[in-house]
């Protein structure tokens, strides 16, 4: 059975960090896409962020890039965000999905059961 169980969510104020992490099983994260997504209330699906299978390249959304890193490990079968300077509107509830960034918008059964995210002074 393909899961995915996030963690890390927590509150932070605007400028501070976090890493969200996601464990894998039925499956190994590094022979597929990986991507992550995050969904504020009331606000459709956006995309974050995107790691191919096997390779180093990395892909994310204009309103992170410079600020999130996406990464794995897969020894661990674990995938991560790592998430610096962040902003009120980065509060969301984020879900590790598999597939690409294509496949993983329009497919929420990709996706965890998410961990909330919540920037705030």
């Known amino acids: 059975e393909v899961q995915l169980v996030e963690a890390g969510g927590g509150m932070v104020q605007p400028g501070g960090s976090l890493r969200l992490s996601c464990v894998a099983s039925?499956?190994?994260?590094?022979?597929?896409?990986m991507s992550w997504v995050r969904q504020a209330p009331d606000k459709e699906p956006e995309w974050v962020a995107t790691?191919?299978?096997?390779?180093?390249?990395?892909y994310y959304s204009d309103s992170v890039k410079g600020r999130f890193t996406i990464f794995r490990d897969v020894t661990k079968n674990m995938l991560y965000l790592q998430m610096h300077s962040l902003e009120p509107e980065d509060a969301a509830r984020y879900y590790c999905?598999?597939?690409?960034?294509?496949?993983?918008?329009?497919?929420?059964?990709?996706w965890g059961q998410g961990t909330q995210v919540t920037v705030s002074s």
């Open positions: 039925g499956f190994q994260i590094n022979d597929d896409f």
């Open positions: 999905a598999r597939g690409s960034r294509s496949v993983v918008l329009t497919t929420p059964s990709s």
């Open positions: 790691i191919p299978p096997g390779g180093s390249t990395t």
